[in-house]
């Protein structure tokens, strides 16, 4: 039916998933000492933002991956203010976004050459 139609389309996180994000989040303050990426003001880590350089949009989803949009490459450690500071939307940064994406897609080994 249509509502189970819908269902399929939106992802639910699974406790598994949902528990792997917050030990991603929490590896990724780690490394960036609880400062954000951008102004390098201490952050805390509940109120740290997990900010996507490639939108975690479903239509890059479909083009890139889920492997690509949440890799730790494509997110930084920000206060809320700088959040917006790490958009790398391909729709107006087409070639730094190609250029960050592939550099993920070496890491994962995707790319022969
Ligand atoms: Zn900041």
Redo the contacts with the bound molecule.
Sequence with gaps: MECSEKNRMKHKPTAREKLAAQEQKERMYCKARGR?Y??G?PVSLAGCHLAHRVPAHLKYIKKYGRAVIYHEDNMDI??P??NYLSLLDPASCPVEAAELVEQIEIKLGRRRD
């Design positions: 954000c951008h102004c003001k920000t206060c203010d700088c």
